[in-house]
Nanobody, 116 residues
Framework: QVQLVESGGGLVQPGGSLRLSCAAS????????LGWYRQGPGKRRELVAT???????AYADSVKGRFTISRDNAKNTVYLQMNSLKPEDTAVYYC??????????WGQGTQVTVSS
């Protein structure tokens, strides 16, 4: 069983930055496709960004140019650097790890609030 633990959320003013981290247990981290999702108040969970085992990234249109996903296989950690934050980025952010053919793993989420 893989455990994912997110951290780095908090309260930030519009235009500010945060970096989220997600640390994974186990020895297969480098084999996982990784992603960040979010769920805002009254909204469905949506995909924010993904990164493949080879480092290829993809982003939701709403965050392109502002957010950057990266991974450090040596530290079993995936990151989400969030810049130029907007109030509409307020959500619980979840990380996701998917091993080929297996049920994806989810973290417990970390709250990000963008407000003045």
């Amino acid at each position: 069983q893989v455990q994912l633990v997110e951290s780095g959320g908090g309260l930030v003013q519009p235009g500010g930055s945060l970096r989220l981290s997600c640390a994974a247990s186990g020895s297969r981290f480098s084999f996982y496709a990784l992603g960040w999702y979010r769920q805002g108040p009254g909204k469905r969970r949506e995909l924010v960004a993904t990164i493949t085992t080879g480092g290829k990234t993809a982003y939701a249109d709403s965050v392109k140019g502002r957010f950057t996903i990266s991974r450090d296989n040596a530290k079993n950690t995936v990151y989400l650097q969030m810049n130029s934050l907007k109030p509409e980025d307020t959500a619980v952010y979840y990380c996701n790890a998917a091993d080929a053919g297996q049920t994806p793993y989810w973290g417990q989420g970390t709250q990000v609030t963008v407000s003045s």
